[in-house]
């Protein structure tokens, strides 16, 4: 990341304090700004993940309910893009976990994400057998910890204001519940809610080690959502990305954030529809919620490809107001430093 064309010096006690910080975290992921880009399935593919490898971040392959045949194409077509690291994120309920971690392996994937819940028994050992660097979600300090004990290499701990699926508090709150406690044990990135450099300069001195952003990139000149969909953030504001509600207490949902449309009254049809079938026992506990998630996979594939943003699935954090042009990924990571920086600078 070219810092020398910022306004302010590059060598300013600002941009200093902030390579600092990141230090840690670059040496971690093997690039120049501690930046993740956060996998968006149907989003986070070759295109946006090298452009974001390319500019001195961290992209990251979204496999979410590829086949591991699609996921192989993916990984190669990614590298022929970029000779720097980028990370595939793998979800734990996929029925081919262990096919696509051999997948990554046999690309010398450097970092694999897993995400969606503890991983099933084996599937760290298979991943770190292979020489990958795992990275995976703690939602609270004792999954942390227990993740660590299990050989997990670095944490993300995502708050409720981020896009696509959710958990119930907020990045502030896990930040200042998790990373005291971790921080100089494991690098911990911070993810939810970010859109400006001043909260990545916030969480980088509480102790993360870099951050994780998802909502951010998704109008970058090099992703390749429809048209469409790019247009609903620019024009949402930080109301509009509002979580989906259970209708059923049997048929336990994890929420996902998303823009308000008639997807919502879908989204309630298809659980009353799921739980009636649970009712009749056509339907295990298991598939019901492996249902919801294809559910989930197609309604945001026609929003992101198909362009169908009043039916379709727009999963958007609440940072989407802080999304206001088309622009290309080297521009909003160094805006974002230049926002860090000046922030840094100003408290020194
Ligand atoms: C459209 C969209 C799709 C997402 N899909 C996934 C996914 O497949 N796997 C995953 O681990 N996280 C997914 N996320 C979460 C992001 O990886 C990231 O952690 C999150 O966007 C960070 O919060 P932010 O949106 O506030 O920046 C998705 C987010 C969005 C907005």
Known sequence: MNLQTSPMPADSIGHQRLRDLMKRGCDFLGCEVAVMGGAMSWVSERNLVSAISNAGGFGVIACGAMTPELLDTEIAETRARTDRPFGVNLITMHPQLFDLINICAKHNVSHVVLAGGLPPGGAIERIKGHGAKLIAFAPALSLAKKLMRSGVDAIVIEGMEAGGHIGPVSTSVLAQEILPHICNDIPVFVAGGIGRGEAIAGYLEMGAAGVQLGTRFVCATEC???????RAFIRASARDAVPSVQIDPRLPVIPVRALKNKETERFAAKQREIAA????????????????????????????????????????????????????????????MEEAASALEARA
């Open 277 to 336: 079938q649970l009712d009749g026992k056509e339907l295990e506990m298991a598939e019901a919620q492996l249902q919801i998630e294809h559910y989930w996979a197609g309604a945001l594939r026609r929003a992101v490809i198909d362009g169908d943003v009043e039916t379709g699935s727009v999963m958007a954090g609440q940072s989407v107001g802080m999304v206001t042009k088309e622009e290309p990924v080297v521009d909003i990571l160094h805006t974002l």
């Open 224 to 230: 390749i959502a429809h048209p469409n969909f790019k």
